[in-house]
């Protein structure tokens, strides 16, 4: 016993130095960890280079808490006022995120013959962007003022949210409970987010002033039990525990939330690197060189269509022609929730080549995206607008009439 807790906590150790190093070196270069993760969890898992034996299940445990801090560090950027008012103005943007983003990944399973099933699975992967990523993007590039980012925001949230209906649909499906389970859970899910949204609406107020923000002990053992807790509870519902934990992020408003989001963000930050970790380190190495043509196929893709997304929805906001451009190179990224349901696929035994693809996918566009996100800085690229602006507005100008 003693030899298996002293190898568990060199493991361990070991690891937790290596993602340090990892995000400092990714940082660095501008790039996002994520991928830095995903590639360490490949190197130690099945097939890799030094798989992990002892720190196994430490590992999956604190990836589900990791997806959990996720979701709730999410829900505390927005008041349940903030998230009502997005849905009535960014609806229709949010549909035409869905239908240009979650059809393509759909096809795509369907052309491969993989069935219904995964077919589900690849279009909530290629839906939805990564609200972690793109933050870290807009912060790094100074964009957060810019006129563009509230619609930025209002796709990912419209997104984020759809997830709550969603996740516990593909769990019913995954887990065979066939159509008319399916739905009851569906309903479920529905009547518990409306349910925790009046509550926030009404007694949000309440609930925060019942923690306490004067002791950061007690704020934090506040906030992170209840989250668990509800998280816990949402799962026994088949409501899927990443969402119970963004409506309690939801619920919390005011100084609770702004305090809340400092004393956890350390927390997150560990927990989501090791989340990230174990999903590399459910896929197979050896599994990855047949889908890469695949992934990165869908990868252009799909991005393609997120740019698309983000230039219509800014636009549907009156934004000129850079802003539009800057909203769908900012919304490329994939990462948190395409794993999380790729993760799903994963435990269910979905086919056996989506989770390589997924990991790929998730590889290229959180790569890829950041930089490519940096294009509108360049001065070529500045220049190429703007001389496409001219000629708009010379199109738009009326021939002088002959006398």
């Known amino acids: 016993m003693q030899h298996h807790t002293t190898i568990l906590l060199i493991e361990i150790g070991a690891l937790l130095f290596g993602l340090g190093m990892l995000g400092r070196l990714g940082r660095r270069f501008g790039l996002s960890p994520i991928p830095l993760y995903l590639l360490a969890g490949l190197a130690f898992g099945q097939g890799g280079l030094v798989p992990l034996s002892a720190s196994e299940e430490f590992i999956a445990i604190g990836a589900q808490i990791g997806v959990i801090l996720l979701l709730v560090m999410l829900g505390l950027e927005y008041s349940a006022d903030e998230l009502i008012g997005n849905l009535r103005s960014a609806a229709p943007a949010g549909?035409?995120?869905?239908?240009?983003?979650?059809?393509?990944?759909?096809?795509?399973?369907?052309?491969?013959?993989?069935?219904?099933?995964?077919?589900?699975?690849?279009?909530?992967?290629?839906?939805?962007?990564?609200?972690?990523?793109?933050?870290?993007?807009?912060?790094?590039?100074?964009?957060?003022?810019?006129?563009?980012?509230?619609?930025?925001?209002?796709?990912?949230?419209?997104?984020?949210?759809?997830?709550?209906?969603?996740?516990?649909?593909?769990?019913?499906?995954?887990?065979?409970?066939?159509?008319?389970?399916?739905?009851?859970?569906?309903?479920?899910?529905?009547?518990?987010?409306?349910?925790?949204?009046?509550?926030?609406?009404?007694?949000?107020?309440?609930?925060?002033?019942?923690?306490?923000?004067?002791?950061?002990?007690?704020?934090?053992?506040?906030?992170?039990?209840?989250?668990?807790?509800?998280?816990?509870?949402?799962?026994?519902?088949?409501?899927?525990?990443?969402?119970?934990?963004?409506?309690?992020?939801?619920?919390?408003?005011?100084?609770?939330?702004?305090?809340?989001?400092?004393?956890?963000?350390?927390?997150?930050?560990?927990?989501?690197?090791?989340?990230?970790?174990?999903?590399?380190?459910?896929?197979?190495p050896a599994d990855m060189p047949p889908v890469l043509l695949p992934a990165f196929a869908l990868a252009v893709l799909t991005m393609l269509t997120k740019v698309l997304t983000g230039y219509l929805a800014a636009g549907r906001a009156g934004i000129a022609l850079p802003g539009r451009i800057r909203a769908g190179l900012a919304l490329m990224p994939r990462g948190e929730f395409s794993v999380v349901i790729a993760g799903l696929a994963v435990v269910y035994g979905v086919d056996a080549r989506l989770a390589p693809l997924a990991t790929a996918y998730v590889l290229i566009t959180v790569v890829s995206g950041p930089m490519l996100a940096r294009l509108t800085d360049y001065a070529w690229f500045k220049e190429l607008i703007r001389k496409r602006i001219a000629a708009q507005r010379a199109a738009q100008k009326p021939l002088p009439s002959a006398e």
């Open 95 to 284: 549909l035409i995120d869905m239908l240009l983003n979650a059809l393509p990944g759909a096809g795509f399973a369907l052309l491969l013959g993989w069935g219904w099933e995964a077919a589900l699975v690849l279009a909530g992967i290629t839906w939805v962007s990564s609200s972690g990523v793109i933050a870290k993007v807009l912060g790094d590039l100074g964009r957060v003022g810019n006129r563009e980012t509230p619609t930025i925001l209002s796709v990912l949230v419209i997104e984020d949210l759809a997830m709550a209906f969603y996740l516990p649909v593909v769990t019913a499906v995954l887990a065979g409970l066939g159509l008319a389970n399916g739905l009851s859970t569906l309903g479920v899910a529905v009547v518990t987010v409306v349910a925790v949204l009046v509550v926030a609406l009404r007694y949000g107020g309440e609930i925060s002033r019942f923690i306490s923000v004067k002791d950061p002990e007690a704020l934090l053992l506040s906030v992170l039990g209840l989250t668990l807790f509800i998280a816990g509870v949402a799962g026994e519902l088949k409501v899927s525990e990443a969402v119970g934990a963004f409506l309690v992020g939801i619920a919390i408003s005011g100084p609770v939330a702004h305090h809340a989001t400092q004393i956890l963000s350390p927390l997150r930050d560990l927990f989501a690197a090791v989340f990230f970790v174990f999903f590399g380190l459910s896929t197979n």
